[in-house]
């Protein structure tokens, strides 16, 4: 399967400041990554939707110039969590799709989508 | 409202004791139904994606079915390595995955 790298894994910051979580597709080319929130004994939960070399899109109730999402090429995309809190605490956790064959007939692309091992966020 | 309910909320079984864990949906143009396995402090391990009713997909110990409402993942002669969580989810016409709350399984030796 495909291989989806992050890092760093574990991070501890100040209120206040700022972190870039690193999220790389190691053998495959992601035109598109997912960000996704983890709180524990929680499932997970969509932040924002990139595409590679265009704005991300975000899900309702996440603030964009609060986590800011860079998807600069084909293998990496960046969340950098801004002005920190306590709040923000959370295991963030990215995943990239990987296009698979075209369904004959069909007006959609099969495709997986692969995550990567996360990032445990705490925030002092 | 694309919705993704899974059941039980944890399960615990015996080395060998063979069992399915449940996961029901509602979704608008289902574009892939998806389980993963996640280890303690990890990413979601990808596992099967079933796409139409009828399906089946086979890897080692586990077994995934879909039809029109829900998906089973059998688990056959689990073994204590098998322990984690389980998670379902659903993709529609959104194109977004959207999860269920998972079922925590504990495999005892």
């Known amino acids: 399967g495909a291989v989806v790298s992050q890092h760093p894994s574990w991070v501890i910051c100040k209120s206040g400041t700022s972190v870039k979580i690193e999220c790389r597709s190691l053998d495959f080319q992601a035109t598109t990554m997912f960000w996704y929130r983890q709180f524990p004994k929680q499932s997970l939960m969509l932040m924002a939707t990139?595409?590679?070399?265009?704005?991300?899109?975000?899900e309702q109730g996440v603030e964009k110039d609060k986590f800011l999402i860079n998807h600069a090429s084909l293998t990496l995309s960046t969340l950098t969590v801004t002005s920190a809190h306590p709040e923000d605490s959370s295991f963030y956790i990215c995943?990239?799709?990987?296009?698979?064959?075209?369904?004959?007939?069909?007006?959609?692309?099969?495709?997986?989508?692969?995550f990567g091992p996360g990032t445990r966020l705490t925030v002092t | 409202e694309d919705q993704v309910t899974q059941s039980p909320e944890a399960l615990r079984l015996q080395e060998g004791e063979s069992s399915s864990l449940n996961c029901s949906y509602t979704v608008s143009g289902l574009r892939g139904l998806f389980w993963y396995r996640q280890d303690p402090g990890k990413g979601p391990e990808f596992l099967f994606t079933l796409y139409s009713a009828g399906e089946e997909k086979e890897k080692e110990r586990l077994k995934a079915t879909l039809t029109k409402k829900e998906s089973f993942l059998h688990i056959t002669a689990p073994k204590p390595e098998d322990s984690a969580t389980y998670l379902c989810?659903?993709?529609?016409?959104?194109?977004?995955?959207?999860f269920g709350t998972g079922t925590l399984l504990a495999v005892q030796p």
């Open positions: 989810a659903v993709r529609g016409a959104t194109n977004k995955l959207i």
């Open positions: 995943s990239a799709r990987d296009h698979g064959q075209g369904l004959a007939g069909g007006s959609f692309t099969l495709y997986e989508q692969y």
């Open positions: 990139s595409n590679e070399g265009s704005k991300a899109t975000y």
